[in-house]
C-alpha cells in the first residue's frame, strides 16, 4: 500500500513540473503601443475682437410730406413706391381760392400804394407854403402822419401778398430730397389740409442708411473691464467698422461705421442704443428690415485659444489636457472668454510654450502615456 501511494505522488509531482514548464516556455503577450494624440502648441497671438448684435435698418433721412394749407387734392403726380429726385412734384391742390386770395391781395396793396403817393404829394405841398409861413406847423405834421400811416399800411399789404403767395405755392408739393416713395395717404379729390391728419406720404433716403442695435450695460462694463486689464483693445476714436449679415447669411460688401452712440441708457430695456452709417447704393437694405450688426476693429493682444474640441466640462469646472515633457497627460482646469470662429479664448489656466491635446481625447486619462503626432 505505501508502495503505491510512493508511487502517485511521484507521478503527480512530475505531472505538475510538467504543466509549469509548459507555462514558462508560452510566448508573452506584447503591450499596446501608447495612443496617439494630436497636439496644438500653446502661443500668445492678437486676434481680432468681433462683437455681433441684432439690428434695424432706418432710413437715414426720413421726410414727411405734409399739406400746409387746405384744398381739394387735384392731382397725386408720382408713382407710389418710385425712387424720385429732389424737385419732384408730387401732389397738386386746387389752386384756384389762391389764386383769387392772391389777386385779391395785390389789389388792396395798390390802393395803399396810391394812398402813400397821395399823402407824400401833400407833405410835399405843405412844406415850402411852410417855410413861407403860408401853412401852419400842425398842417405839416398832419400831413406828415398821414404819410408814415400810408406807408405803414402799404408794408402790410404787401405782407399780405407775400402770404398769399406762399400760400399758393403750397398747392404744388415737391420732394426736398432723393428718396424712395411711400403710399399716398389721400386719393384724387379728397380735402386735405394742415392738422392732424395733413400727411400726405414720405420720402426716404436709401443711399446711405443706418443700422441700429442696442447695446447691453452688461456688455458694456464686462468691456470696459477687460479694456482696463488689456484684454480688450479698441480702434483709435473707437473708429469701429460694421458689416452687415442678412437673413440669409449674406454679408454685404460694403462695410460701415459707427457714427452715434446714445450718451445715456434706455431705462425700460437697460441698454445703449449704437447707431452705424452703411452705404447702401443697390437698396439691398429697406428700413425695417433685421439684420446682423458685426462690429470689427477692437483686437484681444496676447490671447490664448484653444479649438472648442479641446474643452472639456467636469464636475470641477472647463479642463483641458495638457502632455507634459515625459508625453503623460494632466489634467488643466482653464476659464474661458469670448469665442473666435471656432475657438475658445483662454482668460487664465494655460501658459506659453504647453501643449494641449484636440484629437484623440477619448483615448487618454489623467497620468497616461500617450504618443504625439505631428
Same mark, same amino acid.
Given at each position: 500500500?505505501?508502495?503505491?501511494?510512493?508511487?502517485?505522488?511521484?507521478?503527480?509531482?512530475?505531472?505538475?513540473?510538467?504543466?509549469?514548464?509548459?507555462?514558462?516556455?508560452?510566448?508573452?503577450?506584447?503591450?499596446?503601443?501608447?495612443?496617439?494624440?494630436?497636439?496644438?502648441?500653446?502661443?500668445?497671438?492678437?486676434?481680432?475682437?468681433?462683437?455681433?448684435?441684432?439690428?434695424?435698418?432706418?432710413?437715414?433721412?426720413?421726410?414727411?410730406?405734409?399739406?400746409?394749407?387746405?384744398?381739394?387734392?387735384?392731382?397725386?403726380?408720382?408713382?407710389?413706391?418710385?425712387?424720385?429726385?429732389?424737385?419732384?412734384?408730387?401732389?397738386?391742390?386746387?389752386?384756384?381760392?389762391?389764386?383769387?386770395?392772391?389777386?385779391?391781395?395785390?389789389?388792396?396793396?395798390?390802393?395803399?400804394?396810391?394812398?402813400?403817393?397821395?399823402?407824400?404829394?401833400?407833405?410835399?405841398?405843405?412844406?415850402?407854403?411852410?417855410?413861407? %409861413?403860408?401853412?401852419?406847423?400842425?398842417?405839416?405834421?398832419?400831413?406828415?402822419?398821414?404819410?408814415?400811416?400810408?406807408?405803414?399800411?402799404?408794408?402790410?399789404?404787401?405782407?399780405?401778398?407775400?402770404?398769399?403767395?406762399?400760400?399758393?405755392?403750397?398747392?404744388?408739393?415737391?420732394?426736398?430730397?432723393?428718396?424712395?416713395?411711400?403710399?399716398?395717404?389721400?386719393?384724387?379729390?379728397?380735402?386735405?389740409?394742415?392738422?392732424?391728419?395733413?400727411?400726405?406720404?414720405?420720402?426716404?433716403?436709401?443711399?446711405?442708411?443706418?443700422? %441700429?442695435?442696442?447695446?447691453?450695460?452688461?456688455?458694456?462694463?464686462?468691456?470696459?473691464?477687460?479694456?482696463?486689464?488689456?484684454?480688450?483693445?479698441?480702434?483709435?476714436?473707437?473708429?469701429?467698422?460694421?458689416?452687415?449679415?442678412?437673413?440669409?447669411?449674406?454679408?454685404?460688401?460694403?462695410?460701415?461705421?459707427?457714427?452715434?452712440?446714445?450718451?445715456?441708457?434706455?431705462?425700460?430695456?437697460?441698454?445703449?442704443?449704437?447707431?452705424?452709417?452703411?452705404?447702401?447704393?443697390?437698396?439691398?437694405?429697406?428700413?425695417?428690415?433685421?439684420?446682423?450688426?458685426?462690429?470689427?476693429?477692437?483686437?484681444?493682444?496676447?490671447?490664448?485659444?484653444?479649438?472648442?474640441?479641446?474643452?472639456?466640462?467636469?464636475?470641477?469646472?472647463?479642463?483641458?489636457?495638457?502632455? %507634459?515633457?515625459? %508625453?503623460?497627460?494632466?489634467?488643466?482646469?482653464?476659464?474661458?472668454?469670448?469665442?473666435?470662429?471656432?475657438?475658445?479664448?483662454?482668460?487664465?489656466?494655460?501658459?506659453?510654450?504647453?501643449?494641449?491635446?484636440?484629437?484623440?481625447?477619448?483615448?487618454?486619462?489623467?497620468?497616461?502615456?500617450?504618443?504625439?503626432?505631428?
Amino acid at each position: 500500500m505505501k508502495k503505491k501511494l510512493a508511487s502517485f505522488v511521484y507521478t503527480a509531482v512530475l505531472f505538475s513540473l510538467f504543466i509549469l514548464s509548459g507555462c514558462r516556455n508560452e510566448p508573452s503577450h506584447p503591450q499596446p503601443p501608447p495612443p496617439g494624440v494630436t497636439i496644438t502648441t500653446i502661443k500668445k497671438e492678437t486676434i481680432p475682437a468681433t462683437f455681433e448684435y441684432v439690428g434695424v435698418v432706418q432710413s437715414s433721412h426720413l421726410i414727411e410730406i405734409r399739406a400746409r394749407v387746405e384744398g381739394y387734392l387735384d392731382e397725386i403726380a408720382y408713382e407710389e413706391g418710385s425712387l424720385v429726385h429732389e424737385g419732384s412734384l408730387l401732389f397738386k391742390i386746387d389752386p384756384k381760392t389762391f389764386e383769387a386770395t392772391l389777386a385779391q391781395a395785390k389789389g388792396f396793396a395798390a390802393e395803399k400804394e396810391a394812398a402813400l403817393w397821395d399823402a407824400r404829394q401833400t407833405v410835399s405841398r405843405l412844406k415850402p407854403l411852410y417855410e413861407n %409861413n403860408a401853412a401852419s406847423k400842425r398842417d405839416l405834421d398832419n400831413a406828415t402822419a398821414q404819410e408814415l400811416g400810408a406807408k405803414a399800411a402799404l408794408e402790410s399789404a404787401q405782407a399780405q401778398v407775400l402770404q398769399a403767395e406762399i400760400n399758393l405755392g403750397y398747392t404744388t408739393i415737391h420732394s426736398p430730397i432723393n428718396g424712395l416713395t411711400g403710399q399716398a395717404k389721400f386719393r384724387q379729390g379728397a380735402l386735405v389740409g394742415p392738422g392732424p391728419n395733413s400727411l400726405l406720404t414720405t420720402v426716404m433716403t436709401m443711399n446711405p442708411i443706418w443700422v %441700429n442695435f442696442n447695446v447691453s450695460s452688461g456688455d458694456i462694463l464686462k468691456y470696459q473691464r477687460e479694456g482696463k486689464a488689456g484684454l480688450l483693445v479698441f480702434p483709435e476714436n473707437l473708429n469701429f467698422d460694421v458689416e452687415v449679415v442678412l437673413a440669409d447669411g449674406t454679408i454685404l460688401p460694403t462695410k460701415g461705421k459707427v457714427d452715434f452712440a446714445d450718451p445715456s441708457l434706455n431705462a425700460s430695456t437697460g441698454s445703449m442704443m449704437v447707431r452705424a452709417v452703411l452705404p447702401n447704393p443697390n437698396h439691398v437694405l429697406m428700413p425695417g428690415q433685421f439684420v446682423r450688426a458685426r462690429i470689427t476693429g477692437a483686437t484681444h493682444p496676447d490671447a490664448i485659444v484653444v479649438p472648442q474640441a479641446a474643452v472639456m466640462q467636469g464636475s470641477g469646472g472647463l479642463f483641458v489636457y495638457v502632455v %507634459n515633457k515625459e %508625453n503623460k497627460v494632466e489634467i488643466r482646469q482653464v476659464e474661458t472668454g469670448d469665442w473666435y470662429q471656432s475657438n475658445w479664448i483662454i482668460d487664465s489656466g494655460l501658459q506659453p510654450g504647453e501643449r494641449v491635446i484636440i484629437d484623440g481625447i477619448n483615448k487618454v486619462m489623467p497620468g497616461s502615456t500617450v504618443t504625439v503626432k505631428s
